[in-house]
């Protein structure tokens, strides 16, 4: 059965203490302590350079966020600099072109009811209504 992987670690770390402590000088498995250490021991370093690269990816991501936060500034200002430019403006294929919806092409906010479905919701309300009577 497969252990877990911090119960090998925790397992290796009670046989080497059990070993120091009762039967130093014995060798078990055919390897003394110190080729037992040496055997476990990039299982050890593995770990250890794992942590160091999540410490590294951890700061890549903060310095990540902060270049960010510059970028969607100046973002900002650039899209802000089309929009008041007299030569482009936010109707202007370029402001269109940065992704945002130009004044143009934008929606009114007007809509009308279908009237197909309206007659049809008004037609079985009255039937409801006759129905109950």
Request: proline content about 1%; glycine content about 8%; some cysteine.
């Amino acid at each position: 059965m497969a252990q877990a992987l911090d119960d090998i670690i925790q397992a290796s770390n009670l046989i080497k203490a059990g070993w120091l402590k009762y039967a130093a000088t014995a060798t078990f498995g055919g390897l003394t302590e110190a080729q037992y250490e040496a055997k476990i021991k990039p299982s050890y370093d593995i770990r250890g350079q794992i942590t160091d690269l999540e410490t590294q990816i951890a700061q890549l991501i903060r310095d990540r966020d902060a270049a960010d936060a510059v970028t969607d500034k100046t973002n900002q200002a650039v899209v802000k600099g089309i929009v008041g430019d007299v030569n482009y403006g936010d109707d202007s294929d370029l402001y269109g072109a940065c992704g945002y919806v130009r004044k143009s092409d934008r929606a009114t906010g007007l809509t009308r009811k279908n009237s197909t479905a309206a007659k049809a919701a008004a037609a079985a309300k009255a039937a409801a209504k006759t129905a109950g009577k």
